[in-house]
């Protein structure tokens, strides 16, 4: 699309501040008087929301009167007893790159923020898979500008924080630009959102990340929240953490002294160096090289048969552990790659990785003790010296000293190739043997853990507060997949808990349907992700909120799926639709409106909204992964016909009537194929018929 001018402004103004300065901070005031503290939300580089309200907050010499400008709009205060002063400043149109000015009258304390601009600010909460950063991505270059530099998009990361106590203020955090320097980190569902609303809009874009990985929606819901759902009050009422004697009783002989002092991931080194010595010394001895335990003439006959692609855990107590593992499995080359060099894509490898191509080490991801590699995708050269006529082994050596270990995959991304053919390697023998077992390693017990209901909420949300944010994209649920028939009421409470504490009581709130994960099924009654999904639907309806479909563009063998971009792309469509009045798009997919049974029970006729110009296959012919049950309850798969904003669905043989009808009722239903115009999946859905077979 044509750039603005104001897209052209930002991109001169970016490109001075490449090359530029730290923040001005100019404080002169009289010995014993304090300086001006602003939130680190308010700080160089930031993105403001345009035409709302503006807060600013932070602290002043006590009592004395602040002064607060920002292109010209001007707000005063007076500072409280604490020091603590608060702000809002008339809403603006977008536009910059301003300064934010704010002055202690009473002092002469001067702070100045240069590079401001107005914009669209949107949080981005959940867990893992909404914190997956752009390093992660395998189809990303970061260091090129095309994909990753966009002077208009600026991201904030919320530090991790678990402290006994709602903070008014961020310890931490900085703007940054989407430069190719900066991104790796950036939130990739995140950054695909932005990017496209900044191609729709023409203005600056500013995403908050407050997320966590493994984390359940509980935690970030505020107390007062919490207490207003009667199973979750009577355990807050009779929750012992962070009170109970026994909790600090010598404590400091667990914990170092001043860890209320450090951020979550210094903590965490500092106790990952105190009790990783002995570990060291024990996977720092590489046996399996030693012995030879990669090459063709180690003896296997007594190692393991293992499920690859897969975690350590999916093949039986012996093997669910933690420490080093060897892998092995057999190929023979094709005569049409004789004598060429090859290279190896052996999928994600959970933790750390050496590899070997019969017994000679073709490459090796990682150190000891480095978690940030868990989920890249190895590819390694393998010179045809290398490999010989025949029978070739395979063996990966695989250390995970904490949590779960694995090849992972997927199985796609499993094989040899000269370019052009390939050796897949998922649908192999694979052979396993433990060379270090250290026994099941957890997480680091902390005084106080990310998994306390409401914990998150007043670390990682309230000193957000009252911040203008447009609204929240939000990527959770995997780990309430244990629990799923409260989720429903969880979200629902989460989202009226957000918007009453934002002061923004019809802030959008987009949520992802889960990907699909595991082995693909077409029906499953007792998923428990179906069961999530299906809370995640009712509760956008419940709370007048779109949300983004993700169950076709999942990973079988990857929890974290690489489809971010069309993640962030899909929440961009809901949010151009119900915050920016965006008629031109469905903004999500098609979701069931209505059914009419008949009378008989040997039809059902589907009505749908957000199907755009109609309801359409996604290939082939024939809709899949419709499934009907009748008076025993048992599930039968069934056919479509679908027109216009309708799927009907006729009795199949075997079924006295439909009494029940769903699609896309599994963990991972990715041949489900119903989308809208828009070419955006349906919704995955169960409902029930009142009829009775006379």
């Given at each position: 699309?044509?750039?603005?001018?104001?897209?052209?402004?930002?991109?001169?103004?970016?490109?001075?501040?490449?090359?530029?300065?730290?923040?001005?901070?100019?404080?002169?005031?009289?010995?014993?008087?304090?300086?001006?503290?602003?939130?680190?939300?308010?700080?160089?580089?930031?993105?403001?929301?345009?035409?709302?309200?503006?807060?600013?907050?932070?602290?002043?010499?006590?009592?004395?009167?602040?002064?607060?400008?920002?292109?010209?709009?001007?707000?005063?205060?007076?500072?409280?007893?604490?020091?603590?002063?608060?702000?809002?400043?008339?809403?603006?149109?977008?536009?910059?790159?301003?300064?934010?000015?704010?002055?202690?009258?009473?002092?002469?304390?001067?702070?100045?923020?240069?590079?401001?601009?107005?914009?669209?600010?949107?949080?981005?909460?959940?867990?893992?898979?909404?914190?997956?950063?752009?390093?992660?991505?395998?189809?990303?270059?970061?260091?090129?500008?095309?994909?990753?530099?966009?002077?208009?998009?600026?991201?904030?990361?919320?530090?991790?924080?678990?402290?006994?106590?709602?903070?008014?203020?961020?310890?931490?955090?900085?703007?940054?630009?989407?430069?190719?320097?900066?991104?790796?980190?950036?939130?990739?569902?995140?950054?695909?959102?932005?990017?496209?609303?900044?191609?729709?809009?023409?203005?600056?874009?500013?995403?908050?990340?407050?997320?966590?990985?493994?984390?359940?929606?509980?935690?970030?819901?505020?107390?007062?929240?919490?207490?207003?759902?009667?199973?979750?009050?009577?355990?807050?009422?009779?929750?012992?953490?962070?009170?109970?004697?026994?909790?600090?009783?010598?404590?400091?002989?667990?914990?170092?002294?001043?860890?209320?002092?450090?951020?979550?991931?210094?903590?965490?080194?500092?106790?990952?160096?105190?009790?990783?010595?002995?570990?060291?010394?024990?996977?720092?001895?590489?046996?399996?090289?030693?012995?030879?335990?990669?090459?063709?003439?180690?003896?296997?006959?007594?190692?393991?048969?293992?499920?690859?692609?897969?975690?350590?855990?999916?093949?039986?107590?012996?093997?669910?552990?933690?420490?080093?593992?060897?892998?092995?499995?057999?190929?023979?080359?094709?005569?049409?790659?004789?004598?060429?060099?090859?290279?190896?894509?052996?999928?994600?490898?959970?933790?750390?990785?050496?590899?070997?191509?019969?017994g000679v080490k073709v490459g090796a991801t990682g150190e000891l003790f480095n978690e940030k590699v868990w989920d890249l995708n190895r590819v390694y050269e393998v010179p045809a010296a290398v490999l010989k006529s025949g029978v070739n082994v395979l063996a990966v050596r695989?250390?995970?000293?904490?949590?779960?270990?694995?090849?992972?995959?997927?199985?796609?991304?499993?094989?040899?190739?000269?370019?052009?053919?390939?050796?897949?390697?998922?649908?192999?023998?694979?052979?396993?043997?433990?060379?270090?077992?250290?026994?099941?390693?957890?997480?680091?017990?902390?005084?106080?853990?990310?998994?306390?209901?409401?914990?998150?909420?007043?670390?990682?949300?309230?000193?957000?507060?009252?911040?203008?944010?447009?609204?929240?994209?939000?990527?959770?649920?995997?780990?309430?997949?244990?629990?799923?028939?409260?989720?429903?009421?969880?979200?629902?409470?989460?989202?009226n808990d957000w918007r009453y504490n934002f002061e923004s009581p019809d802030m959008a709130f987009l949520q992802v349907q889960l990907a699909g994960y595991g082995p693909v099924k077409d029906f499953d009654d007792n998923s428990s992700w179906a069961l999530i999904r299906d809370?995640?639907?009712?509760?956008?309806?419940?709370?007048?909120?779109?949300?983004?479909?993700?169950?076709?563009?999942?990973?079988?063998?990857?929890?974290?799926?690489?489809?971010?971009?069309?993640?962030?792309?899909?929440?961009?469509?809901?949010?151009?639709?119900?915050?920016?009045?965006?008629?031109?798009?469905?903004?999500?997919?098609?979701?069931?409106?209505?059914?009419?049974?008949?009378?008989?029970?040997?039809?059902?006729?589907?009505?749908?909204?957000?199907?755009?110009?109609?309801?359409?296959?996604?290939?082939?012919?024939?809709?899949?992964?419709?499934?009907?049950?009748?008076?025993?309850?048992?599930?039968?798969?069934?056919?479509?016909?679908?027109?216009?904003?309708?799927?009907?669905?006729?009795?199949?043989?075997?079924?006295?009537?439909?009494?029940?009808?769903?699609?896309?009722?599994?963990?991972?239903?990715?041949?489900?194929?119903?989308?809208?115009?828009?070419?955006?999946?349906?919704?995955?859905?169960?409902?029930?018929?009142?009829?009775?077979?006379?």
């Amino acid at each position: 699309m044509k750039r603005s001018r104001m897209a052209a402004l930002f991109a001169a103004a970016a490109g001075m501040l490449l090359t530029a300065c730290a923040s001005i901070e100019k404080n002169d005031p009289a010995d014993g008087q304090r300086g001006i503290t602003l939130s680190p939300l308010f700080s160089e580089h930031a993105v403001l929301q345009r035409n709302m309200p503006l807060p600013v907050w932070g602290y002043a010499e006590p009592g004395s009167k602040v002064a607060v400008e920002l292109n010209g709009s001007k707000a005063e205060t007076l500072a409280n007893t604490e020091g603590y002063f608060i702000v809002r400043l008339p809403a603006q149109e977008a536009g910059g790159p301003f300064e934010l000015r704010i002055a202690d009258m009473d002092t002469g304390a001067v702070k100045v923020v240069p590079d401001v601009w107005l914009g669209e600010v949107w949080l981005a909460g959940g867990q893992s898979n909404m914190a997956y950063p752009v390093g992660s991505m395998r189809d990303v270059d970061l260091t090129s500008p095309a994909q990753t530099l966009r002077p208009q998009v600026r991201y904030f990361r919320v530090p991790l924080l678990t402290e006994p106590g709602e903070l008014r203020m961020l310890p931490g955090g900085e703007w940054k630009l989407a430069t190719p320097e900066s991104i790796a980190e950036c939130s990739a569902v995140g950054y695909y959102f932005a990017r496209k609303l900044n191609d729709e809009l023409d203005v600056p874009v500013g995403i908050i990340h407050s997320n966590w990985g493994g984390t359940m929606a509980e935690g970030w819901i505020s107390r007062r929240g919490l207490m207003t759902m009667p199973e979750k009050r009577s355990a807050l009422l009779s929750d012992k953490a962070l009170n109970a004697p026994e909790w600090w009783r010598n404590y400091e002989a667990k914990f170092v002294h001043d860890w209320l002092l450090d951020d979550h991931r210094e903590l965490g080194k500092r106790f990952e160096a105190a009790r990783t010595a002995e570990q060291r010394a024990i996977l720092s001895d590489n046996v399996g090289e030693r012995e030879n335990w990669g090459g063709a003439e180690i003896d296997a006959s007594a190692w393991t048969e293992v499920k690859i692609p897969g975690y350590w855990s999916e093949n039986g107590d012996a093997l669910n552990t933690n420490g080093s593992m060897w892998f092995r499995t057999e190929f023979e080359i094709p005569e049409a790659m004789a004598g060429h060099d090859l290279k190896l894509h052996i999928g994600a490898i959970d933790k750390i990785d050496e590899t070997y191509v019969n017994g000679v080490k073709v490459g090796a991801t990682g150190e000891l003790f480095n978690e940030k590699v868990w989920d890249l995708n190895r590819v390694y050269e393998v010179p045809a010296a290398v490999l010989k006529s025949g029978v070739n082994v395979l063996a990966v050596r695989n250390i995970s000293h904490i949590y779960g270990g694995g090849l992972t995959g997927p199985a796609a991304e499993m094989y040899f190739t000269d370019g052009q053919e390939k050796i897949p390697l998922s649908d192999r023998r694979w052979l396993g043997r433990i060379e270090h077992n250290l026994g099941k390693v957890g997480g680091i017990d902390y005084p106080a853990s990310m998994y306390i209901n409401g914990i998150l909420y007043q670390n990682m949300i309230a000193p957000l507060l009252p911040t203008a944010v447009r609204g929240v994209i939000w990527y959770q649920g995997e780990s309430n997949a244990g629990n799923p028939w409260n989720y429903c009421d969880l979200m629902k409470t989460l989202i009226n808990d957000w918007r009453y504490n934002f002061e923004s009581p019809d802030m959008a709130f987009l949520q992802v349907q889960l990907a699909g994960y595991g082995p693909v099924k077409d029906f499953d009654d007792n998923s428990s992700w179906a069961l999530i999904r299906d809370a995640q639907r009712q509760s956008a309806v419940d709370t007048g909120n779109l949300l983004a479909t993700a169950h076709d563009i999942g990973e079988e063998n990857d929890i974290h799926p690489q489809h971010k971009a069309d993640v962030g792309e899909r929440l961009a469509e809901c949010a151009l639709r119900q915050s920016y009045g965006r008629e031109s798009t469905t903004g999500m997919g098609p979701t069931l409106n209505s059914a009419d049974w008949g009378a008989d029970g040997s039809w059902v006729t589907l009505r749908f909204v957000n199907v755009g110009t109609g309801l359409r296959l996604r290939g082939g012919d024939t809709v899949k992964t419709i499934y009907v049950s009748g008076q025993s309850g048992e599930f039968v798969e069934a056919s479509g016909t679908l027109s216009g904003d309708s799927l009907t669905v006729t009795l199949p043989s075997g079924v006295d009537m439909i009494k029940e009808v769903c699609y896309g009722w599994s963990n991972n239903p990715a041949n489900a194929n119903i989308e809208n115009s828009d070419g955006l999946p349906m919704v995955p859905f169960k409902v029930k018929s009142q009829l009775k077979k006379e």
